[in-house]
């Protein structure tokens, strides 16, 4: 029996049965405490053995395999201002939004080849995390180290490479399967795909819809068996699901269907005879009894028909002439498709938010600089629009706001004008800072942020650079 058996047995059952004195411990040192009662030598005795347990601990014998270490990383580290300010964004002590500025730091990284320190791969992880819309590029600068920590860690395994696919995917709850299969799109879409065909038939209706609307990813003509078999399931939401992904995918079967059938109703300068009640393969196809706000049964057919049929069926010199119906019906052709050439015809003829955001930054600069008024619709354009946007653009929508004096698109803008515009304006947009009056609040707090994240976005491209 050792030393602390002998005290848990006496602490168990008392002194008064189980006698105890100091001179019978082999702890060196126990003899000399001192102690006035019993009690108090067990006590005593307890504090002196328990230091001596934890500091003989020895830990076992290693029997595993070491883990592998990291891939060297041969990227230079970034400077320490680069790195003083990537702190700051990480920790958020910054004004305006620190995730957006962030991720400038992370692409002006990657596309310079420079990394970030090895001790903040921790904190990037964690940022990823909590930060989904980011994540791509983080992992861009992560490097090889940042992949392997990650790899020890289950919260950060969007940062790593998927492993036990076919396991993990047929124990996972729901959501683990939808959060893998969109994991596995982005790298591998014919292997994400097979795993829901492997699986398809067993599962429920509203998880073969779930399941087929991560396809989006990486959606590809390669994708177009699957869903034309997913228009005959049974369940509504799965033929949807699937009649929504053909949509995207203009030189489908499916698509050329529709084709057929809309070239069929059109008259001259854009019209179209209604079409009549869908036949059983129209209604395969997706044409459904749902009625577009204000309009008909007749009407709604014609512009779900116009949505899925592809663009290069007509013509964009067509446009003007069109009315609401046929307008609506191509503009979700053009969301639907990315088709750039329609979707810059349209948003000239009549813009919006959904149309500009579509647009790459260089034809939504030309789109806006066609607009005649600075007003809460222009704010809205403005706001929707990608970036970055050129200097001499940048500096003439400066101009322009100044000079309209408008604090309400301010407001609204104020965002995409931090984040998109070019880092050149800084100075002007100071001077107008300035320029205001006290009693302009909105435009003071809405200018101060552009201001600061202008600031900090110059500073990436000069450390960068």
């Keep these: 029996m050792t030393d602390w ?92 939004s620190a995730e957006r500025l962030a991720a400038h730091w992370f692409a002006a990284a990657r596309d310079s080849g420079r990394r ?39 919260s950060w395994h969007w940062a790593t490479r998927p492993r036990d696919v076919a396991g993990r995917f047929a124990t996972g709850t729901r959501a683990e399967r939808l959060a893998l299969l969109g994991e596995l799109r982005a790298t591998d879409p014919a292997a994400a795909r097979a795993l829901v065909e492997d699986t398809w038939a067993k599962e ?33 939401s799965v033929r949807a699901a699937a009649a929504a992904l053909l949509d995207s995918l203009p030189a489908s079967a499916r698509a050329r269907r529709m084709a057929e059938r809309a070239r069929a109703l059109w008259q001259r300068d854009a019209t179209f005879d209604l079409p009549g009640e869908p036949d059983e393969a129209a209604r395969r196809d997706g044409i459904t009894d749902t009625r ?10 014609l512009i779900q028909l116009l949505a899925a049929t592809p663009l290069s069926t007509w013509d964009t010199r067509q446009i003007g002439k069109a009315d609401k119906a046929v307008l609506t019906g191509w503009t979700r052709a053009a969301l639907r498709q990315r088709d750039q050439e329609w979707l810059v015809a349209l948003a000239r003829h009549q813009p919006t938010p959904e149309l500009v955001a579509a647009l790459t930054p260089e034809a939504a600069a030309d789109v806006l ?7 809460t619709r222009f704010g809205h354009l403005l706001a929707a629009a990608p970036g970055p946007w050129a200097a001499r653009f940048s500096e003439e929508l400066v101009d322009r706001l100044w000079a309209a004096k408008k604090d309400d698109v301010l407001r609204l803008a104020s965002g995409a004008l931090a984040e998109h515009l070019h880092p050149a304006t800084l100075g002007s947009v100071e001077a107008w800072l300035t320029s205001l009056a006290p009693t302009r609040k909105v435009a003071h707090r809405a200018l101060r942020g552009v201001a600061h994240a202008l600031t900090i976005r110059a500073t990436i491209l000069q450390e960068f650079s």
């Design 5 to 96: 058996d002998h005290l848990l047995a006496t602490a168990l059952v008392g002194t008064g049965r189980r006698p105890f004195r100091l001179d019978q411990l082999t702890i060196e040192g126990a003899d000399r405490v001192e102690a006035a009662t019993a009690e108090a030598a067990v006590l005593s005795a307890a504090a002196l053995a328990a230091g001596y347990r934890r500091a003989g601990w020895i830990p076992p014998a290693w029997r595993g395999t070491p883990p592998r270490p990291a891939d060297p990383d041969e990227r230079p580290e970034c400077t320490a201002a680069a790195t003083q300010l990537l702190e700051l964004l990480l920790a958020r002590r910054v004004e305006g």
């Design 116 to 154: 970030p320190p090895f001790r903040l791969l921790p904190d990037l992880l964690r940022f990823g995390t909590a930060n989904p819309d980011e994540r791509a590029v983080v992992k861009e600068v992560l490097g090889p180290r940042g992949a392997w920590l990650a790899g020890h860690n289950p």
């Design 204 to 236: 429920p209706a509203a998880l073969r819809a779930a399941l087929l609307d991560t396809l989006h990813i990486g959606l590809s003509k390669d994708d177009e068996p699957l869903l034309e078999r997913a228009l005959d399931d049974r369940a509504a």
């Design 292 to 301: 577009e706000p204000g309009q008909g049964r007749a009407t709604s057919w």
């Design 369 to 375: 600089s066609r607009e005649q008024k600075v007003d």
